[in-house]
């Protein structure tokens, strides 16, 4: 309908004025028309005074129809106006991030989109981020600091890139960017080091003169000619892993390499979903020998993967992957059950049983409720469900120091013991120790590697050693593989070992735990493995 000069554009109430207004002004003359001919009709001829008359109450008439088509006019466009702000706003809380005001990912990838699609001979960038431990300052300081490191890396990134390009929050610490108008690799790169830099060159305050250094890595996707959103995306995520992979704080541009890496990992990825259920996941069992009398005092239960093409894989080739992608839970979920089942077994059919099996805990999984319930669901009752413990990373212990101690206290509580795993390599301090409910320690094997050739490495396990005897914590050494390393750790007072000398992993847990005993005993190396000797009286 074409708009009247007494009509606003884009209001409610223009229908109203566009139909009501133009009758109201013509109605006088509309009534005057129809008086005159109701007087030529009666009389023959009509008078000037009924003409005047019907003329002054048309415009009456009119002037009444006039004000309240306008008040009707002016409510619809009140009420327009107030449904447009509360659209516009809900459209922007369904576009924008509400902590940040930057927009989110729905808003980001339309963008993104229309980027790729308009883009021309020119090419466009997506600048993947996330803060370095960023878990770690929520921690240690609360959300509160951690959503005031948030505002103050958005204001950052805004300032940063250039004013043309597009910066949304993904949740949690991380961020995109979006760089149009590119004309080679070298723009994309030099953004990202002024990210990388206006994040990490200032520390970030909050509050009483307490600051954070905080550092982002960031992961570079080039489209030239791809016109797929999401594929970009992924891209940028891949160079994301790389850049944190190269020592963080920096910058990775997406290449071909990272793509064939890309497209592979997606493929184990599926296929890791199917792993459990499908029966292909293996324990492969390493003895831990009391190095008091030489007997297996327990075993350390090891991940392995029996892919349908690749073969056995080792846990450097998925668990990573499973890690990111949340599939760790229900792998550890079938760990847990997988070692309650064989614990049940031995104490049901080895008289006097006090065997324990070890099972490695994750990042996710301390984190997760879920690990509670999977230990719960399948404990055996009686001694059985006493010998299973849990074993946790130093550095992990140190990062999730708040999360952790519940959790494995809880553990604790339902009969679980816990282990500090490469202790020594983290940051851990004696306060750590006192604090967290620690059955034994397992020294790295990189002090281990040192031990009968370099002092310093024979003087930090014996302090381990000596401190974690003062606690009342046991201490195991990992990575035996000489004699010399086996009998300093006897000489140190170590109270158990594992290695590849004095047993490796085993998928047959029998031919592990059956190792004969003797009340003292040496190990000697034979051409297939380790062959016990007891030592002559």
């Given at each position: ?233 992924r891209r940028a995520d891949a160079a994301l ?250 000489r140190l007072g170590c109270d158990a070992a ?29 051409a297939d493995g380790v062959v016990p000797t007891?030592?002559?009286?």
């Amino acid at each position: 309908m074409s708009r009247w000069p007494w009509s606003a554009r884009h209001l409610a109430g223009d229908d109203v004025r566009t139909r009501v207004v133009p009758w109201a002004v013509v109605s006088p003359l509309v009534v005057v028309g129809v008086v005159a001919l109701v007087q030529v009709a009666v009389d023959g001829l009509p008078t000037l005074s009924g003409l005047l008359t019907a003329l002054a109450g048309g415009i009456v008439a009119a002037a009444l129809l006039l004000v309240l088509s306008l008040q009707t006019a002016n409510r619809l466009d009140s009420e327009g106006r107030s449904r447009q702000v509360e659209l516009d706003a809900a459209m922007r809380q369904a576009l924008h991030d509400p902590l940040t005001d930057l927009g989110n990912r729905q808003l980001f990838t339309d963008r993104l989109q229309h980027a790729l699609a308009r883009r021309g001979s020119k090419a466009c960038a997506v600048l993947y981020l996330d803060l370095d431990g960023f878990k770690t300052v929520n921690d240690t300081h609360g959300h509160a600091v951690g959503d005031i490191v948030l505002v103050e890396v958005s204001q950052r990134l805004r300032t940063a890139v250039r004013p043309e390009d597009t910066v949304a929050r993904f949740g949690g610490d991380e961020f995109a960017v979006l760089c149009e108008d590119l004309t080679d690799e070298l723009n994309a790169s030099r953004i990202a080091d002024r990210v990388v830099s206006s994040i990490s060159d200032r520390p970030i305050d909050f509050g009483e003169g307490h600051k954070l250094n905080i550092t982002p890595s960031v992961g570079i996707a080039l489209a030239r000619d791809e016109a797929d959103a999401s594929k970009l995306l992924r891209r940028a995520d891949a160079a994301l892993y790389r850049a944190k992979e190269g020592g963080k704080a920096r910058s990775e541009l997406f290449d071909e390499r990272m793509q064939a890496q890309a497209v592979d990992a997606m493929q184990t990825e599926d296929d890791l979903a199917l792993a459990v259920e499908q029966g292909q996941l293996r324990l492969h069992y390493q003895p831990i020998i009391d190095l008091r009398d030489g007997h297996v005092q327990g075993v350390e239960a090891l991940l392995r993967w029996q892919h349908p093409r690749r073969g056995l894989l080792q846990p450097i080739d998925f668990v990573p992957m499973a890690e990111r992608s949340g599939l760790i839970i229900e792998i550890g979920k079938w760990v847990i059950a997988e070692a309650w089942r064989t614990l049940e077994e031995w104490y049901s059919t080895i008289e006097d049983c006090q065997l324990t099996i070890a099972v490695n805990v994750s990042r996710r999984q301390l984190a997760n409720a879920e690990l509670l319930d999977a230990v719960a669901a399948n404990q055996p009752t009686g001694p059985a469900g006493n010998a299973l413990l849990v074993e946790v990373s130093e550095d992990l212990l140190v990062a999730d120091a708040n999360a952790g101690f519940s959790t494995l206290h809880a553990l604790r509580m339902m009969g679980v013991r816990i282990a500090v795993d490469d202790f020594g390599a983290g940051v851990s301090s004696l306060k750590h120790l006192q604090s967290m409910p620690i059955d034994h320690v397992k020294v790295d094997r990189h002090f281990i590697a040192g031990l009968g050739r370099h002092r310093q490495d024979e003087a930090v396990v014996a302090g381990i050693i000596g401190m974690a005897k003062n606690m009342g914590v046991g201490v195991v050494a990992e990575g035996v593989e000489s004699h010399e390393q086996l009998e300093a750790l006897r000489r140190l007072g170590c109270d158990a070992a594992q290695g590849f000398l004095l047993g490796r992993p085993n998928p047959e847990v029998r031919a592990v735990i059956d190792l004969p005993p003797s009340p003292r005993r040496e190990l000697e190396t034979s051409a297939d493995g380790v062959v016990p000797t007891p030592v002559a009286g």
